[in-house]
């Protein structure tokens, strides 16, 4: 199993950049398919992106593709998402998880979850 543990969130105006990382503990990180979730206040959690376990595939949701890149490296056990023009609607706590069997854009597939980081986007 792996347990993700997120940093780098923060408060960043409108158009700035913030990259997350998403180290799991664990032998088995290359194993897991992992994806990145984001929650709103008052809004359900909902699908970022993922990466397959080798990160050859990597999804997007349509509301951050072209602004947002997931990719991992796994000597270090580490997910990261870049994320680029942010918007004010992309403020949210976001989420790391891990699925041994495909990414899914679905939070209940995933198996193991991060406490999440906040990310605020300043008009």
């Known amino acids: 199993q792996v347990q993700p543990v997120e940093s780098g969130g923060g408060l960043v105006k409108a158009g700035g950049s913030l990259r997350l990382s998403c180290a799991a503990s664990?032998?088995?990180?290359?194993?897991?398919?992992m994806a990145w979730f984001r929650q709103a206040p008052g809004k359900e959690r909902e699908f970022v992106g993922g990466?397959?376990?080798?990160?050859?595939?990597?999804y997007y949701a349509d509301a951050v593709k072209g602004r947002f890149t997931i990719s991992r490296d796994n000597a270090k056990n580490t997910v990261y998402l870049q994320m680029n023009n942010l918007k004010p609607e992309d403020t949210a706590v976001y989420y790391c998880?891990?699925?041994?069997?495909?990414?899914?854009?679905?939070?209940?597939?995933?198996?193991?979850w991060g406490q999440g980081t906040q990310v605020t986007v300043s008009s």
């Open positions: 998880a891990a699925d041994s069997r495909t990414v899914s854009v679905g939070r209940w597939s995933y198996e193991f």
């Open positions: 664990g032998r088995t990180f290359s194993n897991y398919n």
């Open positions: 990466v397959s376990r080798r990160g050859g595939s990597t």
